[in-house]
């Protein structure tokens, strides 16, 4: 009877461990979860590419992959605003902007714009001609997939 008495309290305390990560596992959010303030500003008029859905959202890429990404400028704004981050400072990824008649505007790797690699690219761009901007993301240094977030957004 004794050694179904201590089996029995050790079955308990298993059981209230469990529920108390699965409590926990119910009530904290994941990290990735809710909404951002970044978006993609797109023209109705414009073709967005599939990435591109309006909301600021995770990517993915390989070592010598390129992915694409666009936004509109309306005439008249005053700054475009383009991030880009990928969180792990070992890989590298490069961003080429194209402005919209179609030259190259700017060309940067992760140390050109503050000189520390950080991860990210940001940068601004005043008075921006109206028009579809096009972003060019290459994976220059990747090990398997890493993932980054994009925006770029006109006021």
Known sequence: MKVFEK?????????RIFALVLALVLIVPP??????????NTAPQEGT????????????????ETNYHSAYVPSGS??????????????SLTLKIISPSGSTYAYYHDI????????QIRTSI????????RF????????DTQD???EAAAE
């Open 148 to 150: 980054y977030s994009f």
């Open 112 to 119: 050109d714009l503050d000189g520390y690699k950080n991860a």
């Open 136 to 143: 060019q993301v290459y994976g220059e240094e990747v090990r």
């Open 126 to 133: 005043s008075s921006p001609t109206g028009g579809t901007w």
């Open 7 to 15: 089996f029995s309290c050790g079955m308990m305390t298993y059981n």
């Open 31 to 40: 990290v990735f979860a809710g909404s951002s303030e970044c978006g993609i």
């Open 49 to 64: 590419l599939e990435n591109d859905a309006g909301i600021c959202a995770f990517y993915f890429i390989q070592q010598g």
């Open 78 to 91: 005053s700054t475009l605003f383009v991030n880009l981050d990928w969180f792990i400072p070992q890989q």
